[in-house]
């Protein structure tokens, strides 16, 4: 304990200072491509089919990216990238930002629908000293009945469906649903499948996607802040 407190002292705080200041660091984020006017790219490079031709102009849907990097620039691609992490968007059928008299304490329900553990993963370090998400008054909590926002992870498997509206029904309003990940947005490489749902939305209303695969923890940190409504969305 001693020898962490000299530690803590000696290093001083080295936990990011996100959302204040823009996190750099090297490594924070696995970034995405995007597309240019100039960009030429047959989209079957594309193993998920997210490069799409749409009459004559070529898109993105970062809904299905697994960024896998083979449109990248350097990698045999033709795609520049951009190395941000503010992707979370508003789903245009959900609610928009959460309501709450109680904004330094919004709880978090997490459920893993049948994810591989990345995106999990990623969730986790967000209670960790670097990210400590509860400096901004997010915690995750086990109950549904005293959670503000559930967070799902993974395509939705059939054997999770009805755990999965449980929890939702289970929560009290005002609540909101983040689908975290590209198989929770569209069941990613999942789908379709015999096993599996093809989005979160199919099974609960989603109020917000935070696309990536696995988004890393400041994508997903972003999305809590504008879902709490502590932090006005940067793009739409
Ligand atoms: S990174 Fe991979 S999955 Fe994403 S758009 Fe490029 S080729 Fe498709």
């Known amino acids: 304990m001693k020898q962490w407190i000299i530690e803590g002292i000696r290093t001083g705080i080295k936990t990011t200072k996100y959302p204040k200041k823009e ?11 995007v597309l240019t006017e100039a960009s030429k790219i ?3 490079i594309c193993p998920t089919s997210a490069i799409r031709k749409k009459g004559k102009k070529t ?40 309501k709450s008299s109680f904004q330094s304490s919004i709880h978090i329900l997490v459920v893993d629908t049948g994810s591989c553990g990345a995106c999990l ?13 509860h400096r901004l008054g997010f915690f995750v909590t086990p109950s549904p009945r005293k959670a503000d926002i559930l967070m799902v992870v993974g395509p939705v498997t059939h054997h999770m469906e009805l755990a999965l509206k449980k929890a939702f029904d289970a929560m009290p309003t005002p609540k909101r649903v983040m689908a975290v ?13 015999f096993i599996t749902a093809s989005s979160v939305s199919e099974i ?18 972003y999305g809590l802040l504008i879902l709490s409504g502590k932090m006005k969305p940067k793009r739409q």
């Open 204 to 221: 609960i209303p989603v109020d917000l996607e935070v696309p990536g695969d696995p988004p890393p923890p400041l994508a997903i940190l």
């Open 59 to 98: 898109e993105i849907d970062y809904s299905r990216c697994i960024h896998c990097y083979r449109c990248k620039d350097d990698r045999g691609g033709k795609l520049s990238w951009e190395m941000s992490y503010e992707w979370a968007y508003f789903t245009k059928k959900g609610q928009g930002p959460l």
């Open 121 to 133: 993963s990623e969730v986790e370090l967000l209670n960790n000293p670097y990210y400590n998400m």
């Open 23 to 33: 996190d750099t660091s090297p490594g924070i984020s696995p970034g995405r491509p």
């Open 42 to 44: 047959d989209p079957s």
């Open 181 to 193: 990940g590209t198989c929770a947005i569209s069941g990613g490489i999942f789908t379709p499948s």
